[in-house]
T-cell receptor, first 116, second 109 residues
Framework: EAQVTQNPRYLITVTGKKLTVTCSQN?????MSWYRQDPGLGLRQIYY???????DKGDVPEGYKVSRKEKRNFPLILESPSPNQTSLYFC???????????????FGPGTRLTVT | TQLLEQSPQFLSIQEGENLTVYCNSS?????LQWYRQEPGEGPVLLVT?????EVKKLKRLTFQFGDARKDSSLHITAAQPGDTGLYLC?????????FGAGTILRVKS
């Protein structure tokens, strides 16, 4: 089954404790992306990757890191989480990101993160 | 300030009514996508429109892309409780997809 998986689905942590949210897709997609979703603000892009070893900042990259060492995996790293990073996070992948993202984005089920 | 303004933010209607959701921007987009999201799940693509003035129909849903490719609308005819959810528009800008804040639709039976 074609899918994007994220782990964990729920995470409660404390300020400053480094964490990683994993994302994996099995569709051989080139483009992967991380979004955060907050009430009234919709989905905001954190980072995206056009292909292996190619990553770029989205609209809200501060406080986050990513890496793309393999095509299927795109982990999101919070080196020192803060309460303002409490949010619902989605990983997504698509065939390509070139050309204004006309390709369908496939989203994972989301990770609800709470930083106290 | 959102690059893509969606309206209304909330909509609560009776089964059988019609409704329209709007997505507006001052930017020109290469494409416009509409997604639907249910609680506890990620958004799922409904449609992509690419050409200015394009109209696409998906059963009781009609999507339109503005002539100038700056705005879009989603019209639902005879809404049903199964249409309840969060509707998101997203515009293609360079190598990124920019999302609106969403419209929460509730259809009461």
């Amino acid at each position: 089954e074609a899918q994007v998986t994220q782990n964990p689905r729920y995470l409660i942590t404390v300020t400053g404790k480094k964490l990683t949210v994993t994302c994996s897709q099995n569709m051989n997609h080139e483009y992967m992306s991380w979004y955060r979703q907050d009430p009234g603000l919709g989905l905001r892009q954190i980072y995206y990757s056009m292909n292996v070893e190619v990553t770029d900042k989205g609209d809200v990259p501060e406080g986050y890191k990513v890496s793309r060492k393999e095509k299927r995996n795109f982990p999101l790293i919070l080196e020192s989480p803060s309460p303002n990073q409490t949010s619902l996070y989605f990983c997504a992948s698509s065939l390509s990101g070139v050309g204004g993202s006309t390709y369908e984005q496939y989203f994972g089920p989301g990770t609800r993160l709470t930083v106290t | 300030t959102q690059l893509l303004e969606q309206s209304p933010q909330f909509l609560s209607i009776q089964e059988g009514e019609n409704l329209t959701v709007y997505c507006n921007s001052s930017s020109v987009f290469s494409s416009l996508q509409w997604y639907r999201q249910e609680p506890g799940e990620g958004p799922v693509l409904l449609v992509t429109v690419v050409t200015g003035g394009e109209v696409k129909k998906l059963k009781r849903l009609t999507f339109q892309f503005g002539d100038a490719r700056k705005d879009s609308s989603l019209h639902i005819t005879a809404a049903q409780p199964g249409d309840t959810g969060l509707y998101l528009c997203a515009g293609g800008l360079g190598n990124k997809l920019v999302f609106g804040a969403g419209t929460i639709l509730r259809v009461k039976s």
